[in-house]
């Protein structure tokens, strides 16, 4: 079973960046991004950033700090998040859909994001 698989997450100082990926752990496999979600102790899991086509989306509270992304050549989808807070920290996930937009709904196992203030 093909799973999307996050990277790129640690621990950093407020104000600092830090740059996600997604990717299919079988490359061979086509993935339709949906987009980043994340879900911080205690709070449900939120919708961070959307992509479709050529249009992005994102949650009033990263706009203008996050980047949502693609590179379809590398079948691979990136969030760059910079001006982090505090308020960032939280496990972030990938969505997306495997083998085309009529695939079946995939998430990955999520990469732990924190900031210090």
């Known amino acids: 079973q093909v799973q999307l698989v996050e990277s790129g997450g640690g621990l950093v100082q407020a104000g600092e960046s830090l740059r996600l990926s997604c990717a299919p752990s079988r490359s061979t496999f086509s993935i339709n991004f949906i987009g980043w979600f994340r879900q911080a102790p205690g709070k449900q899991r939120e919708l961070v950033a959307t992509i479709s086509g050529g249009r992005t989306n994102y949650a009033d509270s990263v706009k203008g700090r996050f980047t949502i992304s693609r590179d379809n050549a590398k079948n691979t989808m990136y969030l760059e998040m910079n001006s982090l807070k505090p308020e960032d920290t939280a496990v972030y996930y990938c969505?997306?859909?495997?083998?085309?937009?009529?695939?079946?709904?995939?998430w990955g196992q999520g990469t732990q994001v924190t900031v210090s203030s």
């Open positions: 969505n997306g859909l495997v083998g085309g937009p009529f695939g079946k709904s995939s």
